[in-house]
């Protein structure tokens, strides 16, 4: 089958195929004496794993070795490789959802503080700045250690 098929098969685009083979993600599959590439369904199913690991947010260099391992490896080994990805992906995921949980909490107490401003009101309510804020606002030059 042909990259459009092969992409129309595994849910993918053309062009995510092609630059997963350009990044040596995938390996490139055979070309026909016209030059067209010639997918086999060897090669939607590690395109289908590709797009699964990608869907879990895991980065391209993990997905590279997956796939690697996944082509020469034992299922014992995709398995142990798989589990060691998955876990650290899982703690990474843990500290973004962490952070984006605080710059939630920081936003809501800015909009809670701009919803109580009154028109005339140059300071946002239980919004402290920092000493280096208020001593560039006063005029004041900021310390050098």
């Known amino acids: 089958m042909n990259i459009k098929e092969a992409a129309a098969n595994a849910g993918l685009t053309t062009h ?3 630059f997963y083979e350009q990044k040596g993600i995938l390996p490139a599959p055979p070309r026909s004496a016209n030059g067209y590439r010639e997918y086999a369904e060897n090669h939607v199913a590690t395109l289908r794993l590709a797009k699964g ?8 260099d993990d997905v590279a070795a997956i796939l690697r391992i996944a082509h020469d490896g034992t299922c014992g080994e995709v398995r142990q490789n798989m589990m060691e990805t998955f876990v650290q ?5 843990d500290l973004k959802v962490a952070e984006l949980e605080q710059a939630r909490e920081h936003l809501d107490s800015v909009i809670s503080g701009l919803r109580r401003m009154r028109p005339r009101d140059t300071t946002v309510p239980g919004i402290n700045p920092c000493e280096c804020v208020r001593m560039v606002t006063a005029g004041q030059t900021v310390p050098t250690y």
């Open 16 to 18: 995510t195929i092609r």
């Open 53 to 60: 690991l990608r869907e879990l947010e895991l980065p391209l």
């Open 89 to 93: 992906a899982r703690r990474d995921i």
